[in-house]
């Protein structure tokens, strides 16, 4: 088989670097169809733009931080001929928010994929769990080296049993004599203790240096050897603080003869030298969330005496008689564990032959075939079983819908506009947009699904509408939260989206009462109409006049103000639309969807072919640029898109999704083309993870919606826009299956 890796990799110093080699020529020489490797490669993971030599077998990096070079990966490895990509996952080693830049890597891919988990948390955060979740669902096959790992990958993760393989950690084959080795590095007289790895805090060697004092008392020809560098991440954040302190700690204690600390990141024929010449190895952690450790299986492997503390890995690994555990931080344990070994020969040997017998079980080559077996499975299942297409109908995929969120945002005044996280923030009070939009939701929410607790909500946000209105129709936007207002006139976008829930309300009134004071607030806001200059303003206005008449037909001056306000976007459309920019302005910006959105509700209750040619124009145009991938990718806010520029890629926004499901809807009622509720759904998709960061936006906990997608991840707060776009884009999903099924 020919396989794709991606992971770091040597000459960059990182212990999946070296796991990543080991397992690539292991498998290589088991591959017994393709002895010389059918060319198989790595794409290595760059850590702040190093500039590494690579081995031949290296075929493509990625700077970790620039996404960029994340989907470039994808397409080599999708037209590489490779039959197999297997990714090493670790969360510190990709970029973005917890890695979350691998994800578009890891969807965009042709082959089947394998992923081998380095760490599993067992309290992830939201975003840690979001994204471990979406990598084994994307994945055929995980595979993990503990039996922990399995049982918290099925209990906290929600991955299906029989899609993880249990393959253990595996060790280079090296075979050195004890004697030999102690008398190379003339320590022939010594007892040997041996701690190796990258060096921080959470690995505890001060408990072992602590240990020590009541040991050399014993045995005064000890000598503990702490072979390792300092954690490049730490390096960077607080350099050689915890070395340092070791140091000085080994000087507080008097134990400088007992002691030594080797600054080295060494070969590994060096490294098991350094396993062999000792007489005990320890590992001192800190606590017991360790669900791998590369040094502890080699230790094991070279049938080492081990002493550890019993975080998960060691736990599994020192079973039956194969090493010897002591508590956290327990120093004087550790001194009795420590003396007792070496003063009973017979008893280290004893251990050390349990641990080497275990250890030929796991060496690469074994581990290496083991892999292959996995690699030949799923490559075969893949072959066998076809990708079933996801119907665009099929809502059982959808969340259970919830206004929980809603409900929390929202007190007795209006819906509160922002929230820190999932907690409503008071200090930024409440806006006209979004008490429209709660409107709007909660009128839809109960024509939908007949949701009596989001109708209790609508006088709440149709009073805070009623007085923000002004005398002459205007409206004011923004409330603090003590009920103070902050302006004079709010912005006629504010204006506009107004308009579209009192309208959408005149057609989808669930009493008299609120019919009549909608009916108040809309003709007192009609003179405002034919002064709006904002094209999204009039868009939105377009919206709310078409619900307005879809019940009130004989309205004649309103449909002509509606042919006027139509004509003003079509105007625009002219002036700007031109070798193949087919749009209403000079760029993309912000809520796009709204345009063609309008010109598709105008020409449903005009009936004129100009208006329907610009609406479907515009939306082409719309779908061409941000649906080309597949799955939709929004304009991003922070330089949206000029014509003949470059278009931003972050700040994404929910209200823009909700635009595009919207806009398919009703496209789907303009000419029934069944491909526009394909589309919408792919849109709605867009909050359940199919984006440009392969995230969920829709929190499961809260039940809100995050506020948008960034470079560095998902924004985690969960303010009103951005859920009350996830619930409207939710209940048109609900609606457009229904007018499917019932067309049908």
Known sequence: MKNAYIATYPPRQCGIGTFTQNLFTSMVAS????????????????DFEQELTYPEEVKFTIRQEFQEDYLAAAKYINISGADCCILQHEFGIFGGQDGVYILPLLHQLDIPLIVTLHTVIQTPSYAQKEILQRICKMANRVVVMSHKAIEMLVEIYDVPKDKIAYVEHGVPNFRYIQE?????????????????????????????????????????????????????????HVGEEYRL????????LKLEKNVVLLNEFTTQKELFKYLYASDIYITPYLNE???TSGTLAYAVGTGSAVVSTPYWHATELLSNGRGVLFDFGNIDELSDVLIDLLDNPEKRLTIRKKALKHGRKITWPKIGSMYNDVVENVVQENIEIQKKEIIPYDISLLPLFSIEHVQRLTDDTGIVQHAKFGIPNLKEGYCLDDNSRALLMALMAY??????????????YLSYIHYMQNKDGTFRNFLSFNREFLDEVGSEDAFGRTIWAIGYMLNNSPNDSYYQIGRLIFDKAIPIFEDLKSIRSIANTIIGICHYLRSNMSDD?????LRKLTHVLIDHYQANS????????????????ILPLAMLHAAEILNDD???KVAFDSMNFLVDHTMSEGYLSIIGNEEWYKKDGDRSTFAQQPVDAMGMVLMFRQAYNVDNDKNHLSKLFKSFKWFLGENDLRMNLFNHETKGCFDGLEHYGVNQNQGAESTLAYLISYLNVLKAHEDYYRKD
């Not at 302190?245 to 507080?252: C, F, R, S």
Request: charged share 30%; net charge neutral; hydrophobic share 40%.
């Open 578 to 593: 031109h070798d193949n920019w087919n749009w209403f302005e000079e760029l993309l910006a912000y809520d796009n969807a």
């Open 557 to 561: 001056i309103m449909i002509e103000r």
């Open 289 to 291: 969330a360790q669900i």
């Open 610 to 612: 100009e208006v329907r």
């Open 180 to 236: 030999e080795v102690k008398k190379e590095f003339k320590l022939e007289k010594k007892k040997v203790l041996l701690t190796f790895g990258f060096v921080s805090r959470n690995k505890g060697i001060e408990t072992a240096i602590e240990a020590l004092p009541k040991v050399v008392e014993k045995h005064p020809d000890v000598l503990y050897i702490v072979l390792g560098k300092t954690h490049p991440s730490v390096l960077r």
């Open 447 to 460: 024509k939908v699904k007949k949701d009596s607790a989001a109708l209790k909500l609508c006088p709440i």
């Open 245 to 252: 302190y070791l140091t000085q700690l080994v000087e507080d």
């Open 31 to 46: 591959d017994i169809d393709e002895p010389h490797h059918k060319k198989s490669f790595i794409v290595a993971i760059n």
